[in-house]
């Protein structure tokens, strides 16, 4: 029996993508030696692919998806805007629309959701996520370019049957989560995952007369269910899902019930509201458990209503999501395929109020798909990935994405890997720029002959590869390794901020657009329940602009990201102390032209480089109940002229959109968790 969980478990594995497995009972095992990290890297994993477990989720104050990076060298986090809070991850130097972001293996932030949809996973549901670099599996679709995230959420059948956490920071942001767990039989288990953040008071660290943070408020409910029945080779799960979200920024005088729609202050008010259901069904043949068949579906409702100022932007998206694969062997479990179908029907509702544009961009989005996805693996020092599949899209017409993945071991803990693909997307432009809304320019699509807001289609190809080697140093386990990947663009959707400040430009590519990046890693555990980690990242990112060739703007070409772990021994107890500390250093970006602005709203070409600090120190009292405290940016750095013409707001020259760098300064939290196991 254990051995058929074993197999209805790798089922779903697979379907997360053909390639990257996870968890410790799919076939190809994240292979730990010793105690088990919270950050893992595989030799035996085809795809160039790190392991983020829910441990290393605790180390820092990741209340929601968005969040979960600080620690991870992979992720480069920055923050989106002066006015929302939100912060905006970039893998291989590009911005999560290039990311297929996933969960469990069905594609969750994308269209309207590309701004804010990462924070609408509370962190405390999360049992693991899978950093892929890189282009991704085609099992998965086509829209991938720089890499994929995928998250795994807590399941019913390994879940305790309770958990508690509460949250409070000195940016008056609160927070409690509480999951409730029962399993009603041996074959059906069911979750109630319950979160709710709150900010209610203002802030104003730098005295520009705007809040820091928005005011807010989200609820955010799941209810999920398992089945599995080993016997008869079947595996399912349910899902439920609503969610809500409230945020008010702009000006501290602001008072939405008086000033909204008018010029006394600005403000801006940001709510939407969403409804999810998902299921999967799995089913592994009994005498071949090598073969199984699985299907996945998902529908979800985003209604967005927001105004910034003056500017309108409403977006519905109505979604359907369906996946059928089929996984086999060739003669031996040496060679593995998957394939399978893919539907896609996306249902947009979409409106633009700004100068310039005051009309409906409504439309529908279908696609079907096949794939067929070869893998081979001689089970010692080489394995390969080799993929393709065909879609028809009613306005990306008929294609073909190819993609591959190889691994290969050329001596003990040393792995070699590389991959390249094919990536092709719509761009939401108004859905995945609304920060620009928060601003004065105007909005000017120059091109009219796309199907995509008059756009062409975005094509690139990416290319990677990476080395990792471990080794002992004076006796202890390091790592040390380096990846360079290359992002070709064959059409883009360009966004301009280099014409004029008091525009935004959107057209299609004419000439090049390239992205390369580069990343060399160190990591350390110079004594027992000390690790540390070191990364230096490379970045140049280039693209043909109207006005000449720039780098991609508020993108550091040079980084610097430092972690330090440590953990005492637990006593008799149960007692123990957590420490870790997280350093990141950034290098100086290519800001907007603002070089016509009068004096006062002007920034230099380039920002000045800056450094950030995060710690974190937990005592775990028992097994059940622990406390933490900790501090971002402890250091204090804030962005001089955050907002441009912060005086006059609704003038020509207002831009809350080009930040680099924190806009509050310190900010310092604590909590507790307690379970019920």
Known sequence: MHYRITVLLLLFSMLATAQEEVKPDTIQSVKIEGSRKSLRKSTTVTANTMVMTSRELLKAACCNLAESFETNPSIDVNFADALTGTKQIKMLGLTSPYLMVTEENIPSVRGASQAYGMTF?????????????????????????????????????????????????????????????????????????????????????????????????????????????????????????????????????????????????????????????????????????????????????????????????????????????????????????????????????????????????????NSIGAFFEYTYDNNDNFSLIAGGRVDNHNRLGTFVTPRLH????????????????????????????????????????????????????????????????????????????????????????????????????????DGKSFANSFQLDFNYEPIKHLNLRTAYKYYDIQTDYLSGTYQRPLQAKHRFFANAEFATHIDDKGHRWKFDFTYNWMGAQQLPYTATNPESDRLPEFSGAFSLMNAQITRTFSSTFEMYIGGENIGNYKQDKAILGAEDPFGNTFDSSIVYAPVFGQMYYAGLRFKIK
């Open 121 to 365: 996973t509370p962190g405390t549901w999360v049992e693991s996520i899978q950093v892929t670099k890189g282009a991704g599996s085609v099992v998965n679709g086509f829209e991938s370019i720089s890499g994929q995230i995928n998250t795994e959420l807590l399941k019913p059948m390994n879940d305790i049957p309770f958990f508690l956490n509460m949250y409070g920071s000195t940016d008056s942001r609160f927070e409690a989560n509480v999951h409730a767990n029962q399993k009603l039989s041996d074959k059906w288990a069911t979750s109630l995952f319950l979160h709710t953040n709150a900010r209610l008071s203002k802030k104003d660290m730098n005295h520009d007369h705007f809040l820091d943070n928005p005011l807010g408020k989200q609820v955010n409910v799941m209810n999920r269910w398992q089945y599995a029945d080993p016997e008869k080779g079947w595996v399912s799960f349910i899902n439920l899902r609503y969610m809500n979200d409230e945020k008010q920024t702009g000006m501290v005088e602001f008072d939405p019930d008086q000033h909204k729609f008018s010029t006394h202050h600005w403000g801006s008010e940001i709510n939407t509201e969403r409804f999810d259901i998902s299921t999967k069904i799995g089913y592994v043949f009994p005498d071949a458990p090598y073969q199984s068949i699985g299907f996945q579906n998902a529908f979800s409702s985003h209604d967005q209503d927001s105004y910034f100022g003056l500017n309108v932007y409403d977006i519905r998206q109505q979604s359907y999501y369906s996946n059928l694969i089929f996984n086999s062997i060739i003669n031996n479990t040496m060679h593995k395929f998957a394939t399978g179908l893919n539907f896609t029907y996306d249902r947009y509702e979409e409106f633009v109020g700004v100068p310039n544009i005051n009309r409906d961009f409504d439309r529908i989005d």
């Open 406 to 509: 190889l691994r290969y071991n050329p001596w003990e803990k040393g792995t070699f890997r590389a991959s390249a693909g094919r990536g092709k997307r719509s761009a939401n432009i108004f859905a995945e720029n609304q920060q620009l809304f928060a601003s004065s320019r105007v909005f000017d699509v120059l091109n009219t002959k796309g199907k995509i807001y008059g756009l062409d289609a975005e094509i690139a190809w990416n290319y990677g590869i990476s080395f990792s080697q471990q080794f002992l140093l004076f006796g202890k386990n390091a790592d040390a390794g380096f990846d360079l990947y290359r992002t070709d663009f064959q059409n883009q959707a360009v966004v301009d901020l280099y014409a004029s400040p008091q525009q935004a430009l959107f057209y299609n590519l």
